[in-house]
């Protein structure tokens, strides 16, 4: 395993339209030819961004860049480049081997929710880094967060809405990126939906079906996973503490719609 590192020298007035380059192009493109982004950081001054990635080995770093350097997606981030003009003032990159036996983690956990309103009509986001399809809103557990928590502030995050959690309705594991995703079902509260800056470019509630899904929802994986939430058999689940034993939550097995 080795890792890359990018960093960026950026001027902080065009930080956001750098980001949104990011999200758009780069960060789409690398994940679907096989690398995997470990993090990305800001320093205070908001003029330096550091990206890290992660390939198996050197030949899988060049066999991505291959396929990169070929895509047309590639091709539509030289073009959006050449119409904005320098969106970075300088760019510097090396590579980091594991001085140990320790590696980053290869799983992540995700969550999302699928969260109707009171008419029925289901919460979905467009991603930048995603903008072929439409999604259920959500994201990765962060450290110390239990899935509900990460649920509800992943959706607030992404859309300005907070919502009441019914229960899980699935468990998904995509082994080429080590995410295993859990899914919510919930109901809508408060909030005004709205596009989150670098991370979502469209927010609706939307009547949503089994004819119609298609439409919205082009990807196999996102479309699976919300058309069991749309008839949901609810997963039991409790989050604890131990030493001593402590119970956070619980959601209990059901079956609610039919």
């Given at each position: 395993m080795i890792c890359r590192r990018i960093t960026y020298k950026v001027n902080p007035g065009t930080l956001n339209d750098f980001n949104h380059f990011f999200h758009s192009y780069i960060y789409p493109n690398y994940l679907s030819h096989g690398a995997k982004l470990i993090g990305r950081w800001v320093n205070d001054n908001k003029d330096e961004v550091m990206e890290v990635w992660n390939y198996h080995s050197m030949?899988?770093?060049e066999q991505v860049e291959t396929l990169i350097r070929?895509?047309?997606?590639?091709?539509?981030?030289?073009?959006?480049?050449?119409?904005?003009?320098?969106?970075?003032?300088?760019?510097?990159?090396?590579?980091?081997?594991?001085?140990?036996?320790y590696h980053v983690p290869r799983h992540i956990v995700s969550v999302s929710g699928y969260i109707t309103n009171d008419a029925g009509e289901v919460l979905l986001v467009r991603n930048f880094h995603r903008s072929d399809t439409m999604e259920m809103p959500g994201g990765q557990v962060e450290e110390g967060e239990t899935l509900e928590e990460a649920v509800h502030r992943e959706i607030f995050e992404e859309t300005g809405v907070k919502v009441h959690l019914h229960g899980i309705t699935g468990i998904y594991q995509n082994m080429t990126a080590?995410?295993?995703?859990?899914?919510?079902?919930?109901?809508?509260?408060?909030?005004?939906?709205?596009?989150?800056?670098?991370?979502?470019?469209?927010?609706?509630?939307?009547?949503?079906?089994?004819?119609?899904?298609?439409?919205?929802?082009?990807?196999?994986?996102?479309?699976s996973r919300t058309l069991d939430a749309m008839n949901a058999n609810y997963l039991p689940y409790e989050t604890f503490k131990v030493k001593p034993y402590e119970l956070l939550s619980r959601y209990e097995a059901k079956k609610q719609y039919c």
């Open positions: 030949g899988h770093y070929n895509s047309e997606l590639n091709k539509m981030a030289n073009e959006k480049r050449t119409e904005t003009g320098d969106l970075y003032i300088d760019r510097n990159e090396d590579f980091l081997s594991s001085t140990a036996a080590g995410v295993t995703s859990v899914v919510f079902r919930g109901t809508y509260t408060s909030g005004e939906p709205r596009p989150a800056a670098n991370e979502t470019s469209e927010v609706s509630f939307t009547e949503l079906n089994r004819e119609n899904i298609h439409h919205y929802i082009t990807r196999e994986q996102f479309r």
